[in-house]
């Protein structure tokens, strides 16, 4: 908004020049995205513990080992959202197309686990929305998402899929494009929630993935700099680097009141909300399988559940104690700041491994 009022006065006044800068305007996107969680973090954990009142956010198998954390209030998510939202609409081009696209995501898929996390705080209800449903929800708006993305994308490149470490090598999906981009928005948004299962576990690796997208899209959305790197040139992704910068700052700001030991948890209105976001930008600059290799961290979780239930219906035996991932460590004795503070570690290494790809081709 600022940068439709402000920026076409720069000529006048030449303080107004900054606003034409992404790089002046991702920081100042960070720092509002940061100040507003923490402005509005200790009201809302209050208004969330009066919904909540009695009612118990921890899932039956995890009672006995988290019985501490019992009454501590979800939808924290919540907090980031509007963070992110207010942030980018201040900052952003608001004639972007790629910057709605991504708030439609994030905002739809905020909605969906909203309503879940609506149902374990005022109907006693741990398991929320059923699974179903929520799919269901999260496929009907990634396809409204996934139209819009291929009108706004050059025609050369709309329906195809850019491979890392290769020079300017496309597959071209045609209609299956739409499934793909389902799978990756879906994917991602689901993984996040399967990873959210420790203090502080998820927010840390979301906010180094979104700095990590924030990059690729200022670089994809230069001529220049995808010319050097031969990476997909795609105009007006630069304006996607505010929202990864709002989403770094909300990450960072929530993450003020859920480090151990939490105040409030993120639940299914962030998780799903931040992971679906950032499928949808990886999908938008064309660089889905980098988002594997950046959000590492959440494809090994999630393949971690996908083993164990193959595993037990296949041969009655489980793989891990218990999953996803991080449950396994607590079964084994580790406390949860180490398993937090290593989770951590290997995202950090995965993020240089995934950014290594822009420049290794």
Known sequence: MLYNLLAPLADDFIVFNLFRYLTFRTGAAIMTAFFLCLIIGPRMIVWLKSKQGSASN?????????ASKS???????????????????????????????????????????????????TKKNSKG????????????????????????????????????????????????????????????????????GLD??????????????????????????????????VSGTGELSILCGALVGGGLGFLW??????????????SLALGGVLGAISVITKHELVLAIIGGLFVLET????????????????????????????????????IVIRFWIIAIILALVGLSTLKLR
């Open 71 to 121: 009454g501590t209030p979800t939808m924290g998510g919540l907090m980031i959202l509007i963070a992110v939202v207010i942030s980018t609409v201040l900052w952003a081009d608001l004639g972007n197309p790629f910057v709605w696209i991504a708030l439609l995501v994030m905002v739809g898929y905020g909605l969906i686990g909203f309503g879940d996390d609506y149902l374990k705080l």
């Open 303 to 338: 393949v971690s559940v996908i083993v164990q239930v193959l595993s037990f219906k296949l041969t009655g035996k489980r793989v891990f104690a218990m999953a996803p991932l991080h449950h396994h460590f607590e079964k084994k004795g580790w406390p949860e700041t180490t």
């Open 257 to 270: 009141y859920n480090a151990p030991p939490a105040r409030v948890f993120m639940g299914d209105t962030g």
């Open 129 to 196: 929305l059923p699974g179903k449903l929520k799919l269901a929800g999260q496929v009907a708006i990634g396809t409204v998402a996934t139209m819009l993305i291929i009108q706004a994308l050059p025609p050369s490149i709309e329906t195809h899929v850019a491979i890392p470490f290769f020079k300017n090598l496309f597959i071209n999906l045609g209609y299956f494009f739409v499934p793909w981009a389902l799978v990756v928005m879906v994917g991602a948004s689901n993984a996040v929630n399967i990873t959210d």
């Open 200 to 233: 502080g576990l998820a927010i840390v690796p979301i906010a180094i993935v979104a700095a990590c997208f924030g990059l690729i899209a200022y670089l994809s959305g230069n001529a220049m700099f995808a010319n050097y790197l031969q990476i997909p040139y």
């Open 58 to 66: 921890i899932r039956q198998y995890l009672e006995e080992a988290h």
